[in-house]
């Protein structure tokens, strides 16, 4: 069981090029999350899915896209990549625990635009 | 709208205890608690869904006053391996969008 999966790990990207950060779980959960997070500060939610072919805004979409074909992957693209989209990106899932919703995460992408 | 959180950075001996607080101006139904070391995923610590609710995780407990729309998180006896952001977060009204506070950074030196 890998839980979430993202790659690449590390990317350097100039500007107005586009890439796609991949994540996968194998945990079965309906819902996805994508955040990015700034140097130093919070996390911010970017785009969740609450199953496949069902996508929607967070916070702080604009710059990306997703899109949700399978349970299992949830990847997100960026299109004329800015420096402003310079940041570690975390994708998580989860899952009902009795209690209340649990996210897992990924490890993270580490996105630099230059 | 974001949760707020306070402080913002804490420094503590080993041993010391420390209380990080989480509140809204908006209604909150629940409040989750994450910690993230240096470098890594965050991590899950505690849903707290009842007023006045609370819960532990090993040294670590919570409270929960929706009336009040705040959460502390309290750290008892602290550990080196307790450094890390704390996050507190929510989800909206429909359990779908979830917003994380800004963090509060806890340093346990030895």
């Known amino acids: 069981n890998a839980g979430v999966t993202q790659t690449p790990k590390f990317r350097i990207l100039k500007i107005g090029q586009s890439m796609t950060l991949q994540c996968t779980q194998d945990?079965?959960?309906?819902?996805m999350y994508w955040y990015r997070q700034d140097p130093g500060m919070g996390l911010k939610l970017i785009y969740y899915?609450?199953?496949?072919?069902?996508?929607d805004k967070g916070e702080v979409p604009n710059g990306y896209n997703v899109s949700r074909s399978t349970t299992e992957d949830f990847p997100l693209r960026l299109e004329l990549a800015a420096p402003s989209q310079t940041s570690v990106y975390f994708c998580?899932?989860?899952?009902?625990?009795?209690?209340?919703?649990?996210?897992?995460f990924g490890p993270g992408t580490r996105l630099t635009v230059t | 709208q974001q949760p707020v959180q306070s402080p913002q950075a804490v420094i503590l001996r080993e041993g010391e205890d420390a209380v990080i607080n989480c509140s809204s101006s908006?209604?909150?139904?629940?409040v989750h608690w994450y910690r993230q070391k240096h470098g890594e995923a965050p991590v899950f610590l505690m849903i707290l869904l009842k007023g006045g609710e609370q819960k532990g995780h090993e040294k670590i407990s919570a409270s929960f006053n929706e009336k009040k729309q705040q959460s502390s998180l309290y750290l008892t006896a602290s550990q080196l391996s307790y450094s890390g952001t704390y996050f507190c977060g929510t989800f909206d009204n429909y359990g779908q969008n979830f917003v994380f506070g800004p963090g509060t950074r806890l340093s346990v030196l030895p």
């Open positions: 945990m079965n959960h309906n819902y």
């Open positions: 908006k209604a909150l139904y629940s």
């Open positions: 899915s609450v199953g496949a072919g069902i996508t």
């Open positions: 998580a899932s989860r899952q009902y625990s009795g209690t209340g919703y649990e996210q897992y």
